[in-house]
C-alpha cells in the first residue's frame, strides 16, 4: 500500500514538474486563417509586456492570429517542439519572431547551404566557423546533432548537420530576430520602444514610391553592365517608381568622393520606402568607398604613400617586422625610402585615420542619424550578425529612425547572387517574412517585425495564397496570364513546386517567349534545378540573353555541368560580353571544363574575328591564362594532395581547392584517391566532401556510384561513410540553391 502511495506521489511531483515546465502561452483574441508566433524569454517578457501585447494586437489587426511563448529558454529544442505544434494546429502557424535572449543555433558541417561562408572548422574556434542561422528553427526536415553550450557566449548553442539529413533548404515558415545592438544600453527599453513605434507604423498602409540602391566600391567587379541592367529588374518589380509620383535613385560609389554623406542623408528623406545596399561589410560597418581617385602625377604619387604607410601599420598591429616590411616593398615596387617618412608621427596618422573614417559607414554614424526607410536590404558581408552584442542592421532597425525590418547576413556572403530575387513581392502586398521565406541560404535573415507589408493596388491576397494555396494548381496556372511580372514570375515558381519535371516543356517556353527578365530567371532556376538536356540546350540561347545577370549564371552554370560542347559558346562570350563578370566567370567556367581543350577552343574563335592588331595579344593572353590553370591542378594541386612528406593540414587545404574550383579533369583522381585504402583517413573525407560540391556535373551518376561503393565496404571507417553519405544526397538532391556557385 505504502509502495503505490509513494509512487502516486512521485507521478504527481512529475506531472507538477512538467507542468510548471511547459513555455507560458497567450492565445489569440481573433482568429484568422493563419497565426505567428512571438517568442519571447521570461525576463524580456517581464520588462516589456505592454509593448509586446500592443504589437500582438497590432499583428491581429492586420489579418494574423497571433501567440506569446514565454519561457526561460535552455536550448533551441524546446522552441522548435513548440513552433511545430503550431504549425500543425488550427489555424497553421506561417512565421515566427524571436525577441529578446532567445537562444542562437550555431550550425556547422552544413557550409554548402551558405553563399559564401568557407571557414575551416577545424582550425577555427567553433563560435567563429559555426553560422548562426534560425534555419534550426523554420526548416523543420533538416536533421542535427546537439554539440553542446558556449561556455561564454551563453545564448549561443552549438549543431551539426546530420550526413542523413535533407540537403534543400526548403522551410516551413518564415523567422525574424527582434534583438537590439549596443554594449552600454537598456535592451528592454530598446525592445519596448522599437515594438511601440512599429506597432503605430503598421497601421499606416503606404504604396511603395521611393526608394534608392547603393552599390559599393568592389562590389560584382565594379561591372557597370551588371549595375545598370539591375535597374531593368527593378523597373518590372516596381513600376510606379518608373512613372510621375514615383521615384528610385540608383547610386553609385564612383558618382562622388562624398557619397557617404549623401547616403547618410539620403537615408533620412520622409517619405523613403527602402533601401537596398549591394556592397562589402562586416560587423560593424559598411564598406562604401575606395580610396579619391588620382587625377594627376603627384596625387599618384600621394596615393602610394598612403597605401605604404597602411602596410607597415598592419605590419606593427600583427606584431611583424616594420623594417623587413619596409624592405619588401620597397624591393617590390622599386619606391624610395622617403615615402614611409611619417607613417607613425601623429599628423599623417590622424589625417589617414580620418580619410580612413570617411570611407564606410561605420556605427557611430548610424546612431547620429534617423533612418527612414521602412524596408533595409543589407547585400553585404557580417551586417546582421546578431549573435554579437553589436551589428549594423540592429543599429537601423532598433535605433532612432523608422526603420521596420531588415534583411541582413549572419556570416560573409556571396556578391554575385541575385540579391533582389522576387523583391517584387513586396509590391503586391506580400509580408516581408512570406517573401524572405523564398530565400534559403543559412546566412540570410530578418531583423526586425517579418509580419510588415506595403500597401497594395492587388485585387488578390497574396499573404493567403502563398501559405494556403501555395499547391492550388488552378490558380497558379492563371496567374500565368497575369499582366502583373512578379505575379507570372510566382506562378512559375509554384507550379514547378507542385509539378517538378512535369513542368519542364512550360518552362522552356516561359523563358523563350517571356519578355519579364524576372519570368525568365525564375524559368532558367527551376530548368538548372531538373538539370537536364532541356536545361543544358536553353543555356545555348541564355548565354546571350540581353539581361547581364541571366548571362553571368549561364557561363557559370556551363562550366558546373561540364560538357564539352559548351566550349564554343563560352569562348565566345568570354573574349566578347562586355560585362567584366560574364568574362570572368566565363574564364572560370572553361577551366572547369578542360583548360587545354578550352585553349584550342579559344584560339578557334580568336582566328575567326576580324582582322585587329590585338588578336595575337588576344590569343595570348587567353592562351596564357589557361594553361597556368592547367598547371595548376596538375603541377601543383594534385602532387601536393599525394605529397605525404607535406603536413597534413596543407594537403587537406588543397583538397578544399575543389570547392571553389570544379575542374572536372581532377574527377577520376579524387574518385580513385577516394577508393585507396592507403591513403590517410582525413585525406579520403575531405575528398569525399569535395566530391560534393559537384552538383550540377553532367556525369555526377559516377560520383553518386563510388559514395555507395565506400558506404557498403565494411573495411572504411565510419567518419568517411558519413561524409559520403553526405555527398550522396547532396548529390542526389542537387544544389540547395542552384543560383549560387
Known sequence: MLLRINLIVFSLIAILQIAIAQPKEIKPEKIHPTSFAIVVDEKTFDNCQPALTEYKKAIENDGLSAYIIIDNWQKPDDIKKELIRLYNQKPPLEGAVFV???????????????SAFKLDEDRYPWFRSSVPSDRYYDDFDLMFEYLGQDSVHTLSHYYAFLPGSPQRIER??????????????????????????????????????????????????????????????????FPQLFKAGGRIKNLNFAMSDEMKEILLIELQQDDLD??????????????????????????????????????????????????????????????????????????????????????????????????QAKFIMFD????GSFHLDEYVAGEYVFGNGNVVVGEANTVNCLQDKWADEMLGLLNLGVRIGLRHKEINILESHLIGDPTFRFASTSKIDFNKKLVLEKNNIEFWRNQLKS?????????????????????????????????????????????????????????????????????????????EVSLPEFLPFLAKHTITDESPRVSFNGKSALTFIGSLKAKEECEKFIDSMPDVASKEILKGQMGGYLKRSHEWLNNEIIPNIMNDTLKMRSRLQEIRTFRNYKFSDAIPFLLEQMKNDEQPDSVRKYIAEALGWFTFYFDRAKIVETMEEILNSPQTAVEIKKEALRTKNRLSAGQNDVMLP
Open 100 to 114: 529578446g535572449d532567445v537562444p542562437i543555433p550555431m550550425l556547422r558541417n552544413g557550409q554548402h547551404f551558405t
Open 172 to 237: 516551413e515558415i518564415y523567422t525574424a530576430r527582434i534583438k537590439p545592438s549596443g554594449k552600454d544600453i537598456n535592451k528592454y527599453e530598446a525592445i519596448s520602444k522599437y515594438l511601440l513605434r512599429i506597432s503605430k507604423q503598421k497601421k499606416e498602409k503606404k504604396i511603395i514610391n521611393n526608394g534608392f540602391v547603393f552599390t559599393g566600391h568592389g562590389y560584382h567587379s565594379q561591372s557597370l553592365t551588371a549595375w545598370a541592367d539591375e535597374r531593368l529588374s527593378l523597373r518590372e518589380q
Open 274 to 371: 527602402f533601401a537596398l545596399f549591394h556592397a562589402h561589410g562586416d560587423t560593424n560597418m559598411q564598406l562604401i568607398l575606395s580610396y579619391p581617385k588620382a587625377n594627376s602625377v603627384n596625387q599618384n604619387i600621394e596615393a602610394v604613400k598612403l597605401y605604404l604607410r597602411s602596410k607597415l601599420r598592419t605590419a606593427q598591429r600583427r606584431n611583424q617586422d616594420i623594417e623587413k616590411t619596409k624592405e619588401y616593398f620597397m624591393r617590390e615596387l622599386n619606391v624610395p625610402e622617403s615615402w614611409f617618412d611619417g607613417t607613425f608621427g601623429d599628423s599623417l596618422t590622424i589625417a589617414d585615420s580620418i580619410l580612413n573614417y570617411k570611407l564606410d559607414i561605420h556605427l557611430e554614424d548610424i546612431r547620429m542619424i534617423k533612418p
Open 380 to 383: 553585404e558581408c557580417f551586417n
Open 483 to 559: 499582366s502583373e511580372d512578379e505575379a507570372r514570375a510566382l506562378a512559375v515558381r509554384y507550379l514547378y513546386k507542385n509539378l517538378k519535371q512535369k513542368f519542364e516543356k512550360e518552362l522552356v517556353d516561359n523563358y523563350l517567349n517571356d519578355h519579364s527578365i524576372n519570368v525568365r530567371l525564375n524559368a532558367l532556376k527551376y530548368l538548372a534545378e531538373l538539370n537536364t538536356k532541356a536545361f543544358h540546350d536553353v543555356l545555348k540561347l541564355s548565354v546571350n540573353d540581353p539581361y547581364e545577370y541571366i548571362r553571368r549564371k549561364s557561363v557559370e552554370w556551363m562550366g
